[in-house]
Structure formats: C-alpha cells, structure tokens
C-alpha cells in the first residue's frame, strides 16, 4: 500500500507499508516553512501502531542544518505513540553527521540504508517502553502532584535511583509552565533501560532557553540545574506549543 502527496512548498512525500512498517520517503527541499507537513506526517504515521515508521530523508535538502530538529518535534507531539520506534534513512553521511549534531539521534537512530534500517527494526521489534502522561492544573498545586505521580511511576518501573533528580527536573520544569504561560501542564514520562525522559509540554511557543551564567557567584536558573543533572535536554516546538524534556540516567546524581 503506498501513497504519494506533493505540497506546493518543493516537499513531497509517499508512503508505503513493508511487513507492518510504515516507510515514508522525503523529497524536496526541507525548511521551516513545511517541518510541520512531515512531521504531522511521522506522528500520523505511529497512530495505527505499526511495528516501526522508517523516514527515508536521503532526498532533501536541508539548506539550514537546524531544520533537523524537527524530527524531535515529531518525537514529542502528545498524540505521536511513543511506543512506536521512530528510525531515519540518509544515504549522505553529511546530513547524517548534521542529524547527530542536533540532538535527532537521542530519540532515534539513523542508518545509511532502507535495508540497514529494517533490519534493526526486525531485530528490535517493539519499544520496550513503560511511559505515563498526565495533564496537570495551572496552579501550584501540580508541583506537588507532579512530583508524587512521577516518585510513584519510577518506583512501580523499579527505577528508584532515578526518582531524585527526576524530581528536580519536573519540578523545574512544571514551574517554568507556570510562571511564564497560562497553560495547563503535561507532564509524560518515559523509561527505557536504564534511562527515563521527563517531558512537560505547554501552550506556548516561545522556547524555554537556560539564561547565561553570571560572570561571578553560582548558577541557581532552574534550567541550568536541570543541564547539570541530565544526560541531555531541550525545548522542542510541537503543533500546539513547546515541550521541554530531559533524559537521565544512573550516572546523574545529587
């Protein structure tokens, strides 16, 4: 089953399914005008739960690098499934270079090959993903909440070495929600292996961004803090505002 649509913007895209994944193929010239067309099309894409989706982007052209990001956009839309494995396809070490310098493959991996591609998603098969969301109040009664619903799923996940800087990181992040939008937090988490990826997703579109350091005394910005206990963190653009996340794991400690 396959299906072609071409926008007015130089992006067309086509879809097939293969062995119950779905391979999408990028073409064309990607940018910020039409990021949002193929990445409401990966999170369309994991909606009916197929064993993977593959993004086959060996034929774009990226002229700004930064535009990649997109593909974490992709990974943090509230509706994407994020038990559904997200893989990419380059068939140009240079983009694949510029999809690591992003960030992109915290969240996925990339491969030189459709073949090299369904390979890894035939060996992986599903996510082994335990995940939780829930959305919170605009009031400071979600910084408690948030931190006993976050304490309680990392404890029933067996990941109690986790539980306290992933209590700093949501609470640095649902204040942020609550001091600079008038939004309703979300709050998700997500573990895998040995990892777990906190995420709050708002309203808002203005990016959450770590304020510089003061020239003398000690950084205490809310963000610097969560930087310094996180393996990795950012702020992502989605349809309906920005999520902010963070992954840690067993070396990130108070």
Do not use: Y
């Not at 499934?81 to 991996?109: E, K, Q, W, Y």
């Not at 942020?176 to 997703?201: F, K, W, Y």
């Amino acid at each position: 089953m396959s299906a072609v649509a071409k926008s007015s913007n130089s992006l067309a895209l086509a879809s097939r399914t293969q062995q119950s994944v779905v391979v999408l193929t990028a073409e064309g010239v990607l940018d910020a005008g039409n990021s949002a067309e193929l990445r409401d099309s990966i999170t369309k894409a994991t909606l009916d739960v197929p064993t993977a989706v593959i993004v086959d982007v060996s034929a774009l052209e990226v002229p700004d690098e930064a535009t990649w990001s997109l593909f974490i956009s992709a990974r943090w839309q509230l509706d994407t499934r994020p038990d559904v494995p997200i893989v990419l396809v380059s068939a140009n070490r240079a983009a694949r270079d510029a999809i690591a310098r992003n960030g992109v493959t915290d969240f996925m991996p990339v491969f030189p090959t459709d073949k090299g591609a369904m390979k890894a998603v035939a060996k992986l098969g599903r996510r082994k993903l335990q995940h939780a969301q829930t959305k919170l109040a605009a009031n400071v009664t979600s910084l408690r909440e948030s931190r006993q619903l976050v304490r309680e799923w990392l404890t029933n996940w067996s990941k109690p070495g986790l539980i306290p800087v992933a209590l700093v990181v949501v609470n640095v992040f649902i204040e942020n929600v609550l001091e600079h939008t008038g939004s309703d937090p979300v709050m998700r988490i997500e573990c895998e292996g040995q990892t777990a990826t906190i995420a709050v997703s708002d309203g808002s579109s203005t990016p959450a961004v770590r304020l510089d350091s003061p020239a003398k005394g000690i950084d205490v910005s809310g963000l610097a803090i969560v930087e310094a206990l996180s393996r990795a963190w950012g702020s992502t653009p989605t349809s309906s505002g920005k999520t902010v996340w963070a992954v840690i794991g067993p070396e990130n400690q108070l």
